[in-house]
T-cell receptor, first 111, second 114 residues
Framework: SQQGEEDPQALSIQEGENATMNCSYK?????LQWYRQNSGRGLVHLIL?????REKHSGRLRVTLDTSKKSSSLLITASRAADTASYFC???????????FGQGTRLTINP | DADVTQTPRNRITKTGKRIMLECSQT?????MYWYRQDPGLGLRLIYY???????NKGEISDGYSVSRQAQAKFSLSLESAIPNQTALYFC?????????????FGPGTRLTVL
């Protein structure tokens, strides 16, 4: 079964607004990663946050991690039409060497 | 040039046929993975390999086999394709340590089994 559960499954906002996506997981992790997938294409790595980190930034992306709640959030600020894509969280469990993906959030940015 | 390439990009086949999907990478990574993605779902791991002599089953390996011909090449085979193997298939690679399992994906192969 998949480790991560994203919420919401779909999100539609206006260009310029901020988009927040959440991910919950079940077991203790080594790190959590966020990926973006444009329609029908391969996934692209966005950001990795380790279990001992609480927040990380990369450009317009901000990721938080709360290990006590087993949850993470991805915030995209000042959204653009080009941010339209599906976003997946993926976890690496402690002692494991492979990623387990959630089902993704489909983000639509309306111009 | 793309770092991770997959061939073919699209394939339509019939039930019972043997199909091979190929993956090549120029990133020099030891670790390679095969995933399948079904509409509206995340990726599920089929097989993975941490070096040329290492092959491991993933979450959904039944009906699939793999071959790691070289560090740069990892092939996925469907010995006798069935319609519920219709999906988008992705190959991925990762290095060891450093970035901690960040994976780099190929463009995908869209497989349709009639």
């Amino acid at each position: 079964s998949q480790q991560g559960e994203e919420d919401p499954q779909a999100l539609s906002i206006q260009e310029g607004e901020n988009a927040t996506m959440n991910c919950s997981y079940k077991t203790s992790i080594n790190n959590l990663q966020w990926y973006r997938q444009n329609s029908g294409r391969g996934l692209v790595h966005l950001i990795l946050i380790r279990s001992n980190e609480r927040e990380k930034h990369s450009g317009r992306l901000r990721v938080t991690l709360d290990t006590s709640k087993k949850s993470s959030s991805l915030l995209i600020t000042a959204s653009r039409a080009a941010d339209t894509a599906s976003y997946f969280c993926a976890t690496v469990s402690q002692g494991a060497q492979k990623l387990v993906f959630g089902q993704g959030t489909r983000l639509t940015i309306n111009p | 040039d793309a770092d991770v390439t997959q061939t073919p990009r699209n394939r339509i086949t019939k039930t019972g046929k043997r199909i091979m999907l190929e993956c090549s990478q120029t990133k020099g990574h030891d670790r390679m993975y095969w995933y399948r993605q079904d509409p509206g779902l995340g990726l599920r791991l089929i097989y993975y390999s941490f070096d040329v002599k290492d092959i491991n089953k993933g979450e959904i390996s039944d009906g699939y086999s793999v071959s790691r011909q070289a560090q740069a090449k990892f092939s996925l085979s469907l010995e006798s394709a069935i319609p519920n193997q219709t999906a988008l298939y992705f190959c991925a690679t990762s290095g060891v340590g450093g970035s901690g399992n960040e994976q780099f994906f190929g463009p995908g192969t869209r497989l349709t089994v009639l």
